[in-house]
């Protein structure tokens, strides 16, 4: 009964003991199952990585094994059960060198594209305010490779952590099993179905593997710690540079925007100045022209000397360049001097009226504008519109390098606003021509005395800049005689930009004198003709000449024949 009851008091012990590891068991199971599920997650880039480097490596152990027994079997003897090991030990070798082959990029650095941040551009020296976004743009995208190696270094931490954890586990569960082992005698505590691991030998597998890979993910630690630090660094340093240099683009800008709006003030008050002072459309015109010309090229001088790094440098390429440039953009560069040429010289200001001929069109119109390529014209009405064109209204754009190729006549230089223009009419031969002048003339004075006063206070202006030796600005009356008549021929001073409105007042009053004078005919072309009759009489014949004057287009009367 004693050893009953002994028996019985070891099995309650026994059987206590065994219970209480297994729950100690299930709990570090459990513990293990957990770290697997972040282990194990196909989002986990850094045991996916360790899981191809660890396969390397065994491909490779693999590899060598299997080239070790073919060196050994080619030794033995050639028994056909050794040929067929034989093969299939060479296309096992073969498979295992397709495997290496493909896992070679995980050979020295598994971890590489993790923990390697991507190669920055160079950075950007701000020397412009053009700089300064590419300048945020490095400081965005090194701020966004900082960003990723943390988050990857934070990843790498907590696999370690996952790892350490499941290496506490095993070893603690190995513990339970060594202690089983001595204090019950018992191999196996519980059978695969129900346990994680079986036996002892698969937890010490286990925790050999759990304790590669911790080896391996903390030196990637070390080594991934200082990158990210010497990276970091470097890249602070980076940034504090281009934002200091931003900050003094941004001040310097500053400076050249209130230097540029003063230009721009003293300019405004300048065009106020000159309109208070000087009122002449004309020479407003012409000074607003070179006050905007002059601050333009202020500006632009201010910017290039500030932005400019080397001047020397863009010199040199602007005298390499000025060759080529000289002949490809030959009438861009002549229609610049063109320019030079008009606003220095004179020839031509905003306002007047010119005339052009180019390959034999004709174009008469006033100037709106003279920019630095070219002249621009309206077309008015005019006696060249109503013989020639028969268009008028039309802008007319005229290159500043016709100046040196193509004749331009000056209607108003100088302060001229007057033309000489001319109207002929014709009259017969038994016409009173002395009496047709006469009319022509007091016509064209009655209609063009405003002008002749105008054109002679000028004449005497210009007598100190020119030599005038005709200046006599009084009508002007010519008899000239012609096949079909005496022409008459007289001219007149008229306002440049109003000839045609004046000519046709002259004519109609020309024509009214003329038509009430019965001694004086207007001649047209016409043709003679000269008929001969004959008439009966007295027993002889008699002749008789009757002539006949027809206009061209005429029908002559029916009883001639």
Wanted: overall charge neutral; some cysteine; charged content about 20%.
């Amino acid at each position: 009964m004693r050893f009953i009851l002994v028996l019985l008091v070891f099995c309650s012990f026994l059987f206590g003991a065994v219970v209480e590891d297994m729950k100690q068991i299930k709990a570090l199971e459990m513990e293990i199952i957990e770290a697997n599920k972040f282990l194990d997650n196909t989002n986990n880039m850094w045991m996916k990585r360790y899981s191809n480097y660890w396969s390397y490596q065994q491909v490779l152990s693999n590899l060598s094994q299997t080239q070790d027994e073919i060196l050994n079997l080619e030794k033995q003897p050639k028994t056909l059960e050794n040929r067929n090991r034989l093969n299939l030990l060479e296309r096992n070798l073969a498979a295992l060198e397709q495997q290496k082959n493909v896992l070679d990029i995980y050979k020295d650095t598994p971890f590489g594209e993790l923990t390697q941040a991507k190669e920055l551009e160079v950075m950007p020296n701000v020397t412009n305010p053009f700089l300064m976004v590419r300048a945020y743009a490095y400081i965005k995208k090194a701020d966004t490779e900082i960003g990723i190696l943390k988050r990857n270094y934070k990843s790498l931490e907590e696999n370690i952590n996952q790892l350490m954890q499941k290496d506490s586990a095993l070893k603690a569960l190995l513990q339970v099993y060594t202690a089983a082992v001595n204090q019950t005698g018992l191999q196996n505590l519980c059978s695969s179905n129900y346990c994680l691991y079986a036996n002892e030998k698969e937890i010490l597998k286990a925790y050999q593997e759990n304790l590669n890979a911790l080896t391996v993910l903390e030196t990637t630690k070390e080594v991934f710690q200082t990158t990210l630090e010497i990276f970091t660094k470097e890249v602070e340093e980076n940034k504090t540079k281009l934002k200091e240099q931003i900050k003094a683009q941004f001040v310097k800008g500053i400076y050249i925007g209130i230097t540029i709006l003063v230009l721009i003030g003293i300019a405004f008050a300048l065009k106020l100045g000159v309109r208070k002072y000087i009122h002449d459309n004309e020479r407003i015109y012409t000074t607003n022209k070179i006050i905007n010309f002059l601050n333009i090229n202020l500006i632009v001088l201010i910017l290039l000397f500030a932005y400019l790094d080397n001047v020397g440098y863009l010199v040199t390429v602007l005298g390499f360049a000025s060759a080529g440039l000289a002949i490809a953009m030959k009438d861009l560069f002549m229609s610049v001097l063109g320019w030079i040429v008009i606003v220095v010289g004179g020839a031509v200001h905003a306002g007047d009226r010119i005339k052009v001929i180019k390959d034999g069109a004709v174009y008469i119109g006033d100037v709106l504008d003279i920019s630095v390529l070219r002249i621009t014209l309206y077309e008015d009405i005019t006696w060249t519109t109503y013989t020639e064109n028969r268009r008028a209204g039309r802008i007319i754009f005229v290159p500043n390098n016709f100046v040196f190729t193509t004749m331009f006549s000056n209607y108003t230089h100088g302060g001229m606003k007057t033309v000489w223009d001319g109207i002929d009419f014709t009259i017969t031969f038994e016409s009173d021509h002395a009496r047709a002048c006469n009319i022509a003339r007091e016509c064209a004075k009655k209609y063009a005395k405003g002008y002749t006063e105008s054109t002679r206070k000028q004449f005497a202006k210009l007598r100190d800049r020119f030599t005038l030796r005709n200046t006599n600005v009084e009508p002007r009356v010519f008899s000239l005689l012609e096949a079909n008549g005496i022409r008459i021929s007289v001219w007149y001073l008229t306002n440049a930009y109003a000839t045609l409105a004046l000519r046709s007042s002259i004519s109609a009053e020309i024509i009214d004198e003329i038509l009430a004078e019965p001694n004086i005919q207007i001649a047209y072309p016409s043709t003679t003709i000269y008929t001969k009759e004959y008439k009966m009489g007295e027993g002889e014949n008699q002749e008789a000449f009757k002539s006949v004057r027809l206009s061209d287009g005429a029908i002559p009367p029916a009883s001639f024949h």
